[in-house]
């Protein structure tokens, strides 16, 4: 516990706040429509949010605090998609029995080390290429956005350019608090009424069918694996981390198999938010960031408690913010895979289309273009060998 505050910091808090910010600000809709898809009524719809917030922010607080490096967890926005696409051929019971089947699949599959085994065949060239494609996307919006909001924009980022000249530590720390100044100023902005109260957990008893796991369950199961834990674990290797991945993806596995009749769809590794709170901007040193996410498990588990609540108050900002911050949030980790993934020259053609592919957004069998990238782009690399050990 000594340690726990003398390497607590504010701006790793921050991080925390951010990084959870941008994990539930553009899909927590998606997860009321694809209960309601699923036929879940109010109540169990709030049952949902309180599964999610607690097994993702026990998981990340605890996996934080363990491993001591930042672990960021989040749910599958690519998951919810799915759901709401063919969730209506099932009950809700029998999906609950899905959600239930996927998680026990991931931890045995994370406990026993299998995927582990296939990540150290993928050069980190290629990874870091997919997490920049992945994330540029934020960057881009950012500086679009200008064409309406320009005075928002431009304020939010010298907020941000001045600040990091003057305290780099600090400076997300200080563009969140200018950008909450701003709002009222340059957007539609009015403080909403709070009411606060707690979420009740609704146990819907899982109902299992083969249509159900084999139609819900496995392809959810690739989701995950593809568009989160790829993605989520090389992002933190990218920053020097040796990731403990038998670990997190059977300890999350885990959580969502027990909280899956409370309404748990899914407990990952964040893939884009969790750059946030992996950054040197959250401390100098490294073996202090951890900090970064045991807050955002902090408060996962606050959205859990006060579901209603807090989700509501957190999409009462606009747009527009969410977008400025998560665009700037992310410069540091775009411009550091960009590095990484063509520093070796040799790598180059493969990580540029693994890079461009990954940035597409296209999407195949409803698995996201990072894991299409990545393939894609390991398949060039092995054809390049191959071709200069011929010559």
Known sequence: MQKLFQDFSVPAVFAGFITFLIGISVSSVLVIQSAQVLGANTAQINSWFWALGLGIGLSGLLLSWKLKYPVSTSWSTAALALIIATGSGY?????????????????????????????????????????????????????????????????????????????????????????????????????????????????????????????????????????????????????????HVNQLIGWTGTAQALLAPFGCYSVNTAAISAAVSLDEQVHPDPSKRYIAGMSCGFFYILMGLFAATLTSLLLSFPAIFITALAGIALFGTISHNIAIAFEAVSDREAALMTFLFSASGVQFFGIGSAFWGLLFGFAVMLIFKFKAKKV
């Open 91 to 243: 009950s809700l019971h029998e999906a609950i029995g899905a959600f239930l089947v996927c998680g026990l699949v991931t931890a045995i599959l994370g406990f026993f080390g299998i995927f582990e085994k296939v990540l150290t065949y993928i050069p980190q060239s290629l990874t870091s290429a997919m997490l920049a494609g992945v994330l540029l996307k934020f960057g881009i919006s950012l500086f679009a956005s200008m064409q309406y909001h320009w005075g928002f924009i431009l304020s939010m980022l010298a907020a941000y350019i001045v600040s990091k000249r003057l305290t780099p530590r600090y400076c997300i720390v200080i563009t969140v608090i200018a950008g909450l100044l701003l709002c009222p100023l340059f957007l539609d902005f009015h403080t909403p009424q709070i009411t606060w109260s707690l979420a009740q957990p609704v146990w819907m008893t899982p109902e299992f069918s083969m249509s159900a796991i084999l139609g819900l369950a496995l392809p959810l199961f690739v989701i995950n694996m593809a568009s989160q834990y790829l993605p989520g674990i090389a992002m933190i290797k990218s920053y020097g981390y040796n990731p």
